[in-house]
């Protein structure tokens, strides 16, 4: 058999390979771009779930109150009231879930930062109250602590929290407050 005779023979067979892989490459192509177009509308879908989670959940009126809570009282008064101390935790508790799925990416910060940048500034009041809290587990944990050795450590024990490094990040972004015109 000549060489002209081989690939005169062998043609067919190449040329139809050949088409078939092209035919496979396009299909898998295809299937590859219509799972990414599925997964993008699911991760999108997930991100509204979410956000419509986070915001009933801070939309209740059960939040009204420990948000109102936390902001019309002084320390003093949270060391001496449970409930007080339930509306505390239940603030401190949104906005480290809040910076936990921030600082670990598990939905883009843009959607929650839209919705919620204002109202980070809660943790200004929230702040101080929840290290006087850390100072008190502290100072029962490990009595033999001198006092500033317990304030410092409650005070790092706070400032590395997700929802201080959330404040620290947002705070600087906050929308400007409406004033009036004779202001």
Do not use: C
């Not at 979410?50 to 003093?76: K, R």
């Amino acid at each position: 058999m000549t060489a002209q005779q081989y690939a005169e023979f062998w043609l067919p067979y190449a040329v139809g390979f050949a088409t078939a892989n092209f035919i496979l490459l396009l299909l898998l192509l295809v299937l590859v771009i219509a799972l990414w177009k599925t997964l993008t509308v699911q991760t999108r879908q997930n991100a509204a779930l979410v956000l419509t989670t986070l915001h009933g959940a801070y939309s209740t009126g059960e939040m009204y109150d420990a948000i109102q809570t936390v902001l019309d009282w002084t320390q003093p008064e949270f060391d001496k009231d449970s409930r007080r101390q339930k509306h505390r935790r239940m603030v401190l508790h949104f906005w480290e879930f809040i910076g936990t799925l921030v600082r670990f990416e598990v939905i883009k910060e843009e959607l929650l930062r839209d919705r919620f940048r204002d109202q980070i500034s809660i943790w200004e009041k929230v702040l101080p109250i929840q290290t006087r809290v850390q100072e008190k587990i502290i100072r029962e944990r490990q009595p033999n602590l001198a006092d500033g050795e317990i304030t410092t450590l409650a005070t790092r024990e706070v400032e590395t929290s997700s929802a201080h490094w959330l404040y620290l990040k947002w705070k600087d972004s906050r929308r400007p407050t409406w004033r009036s015109r004779d202001d």
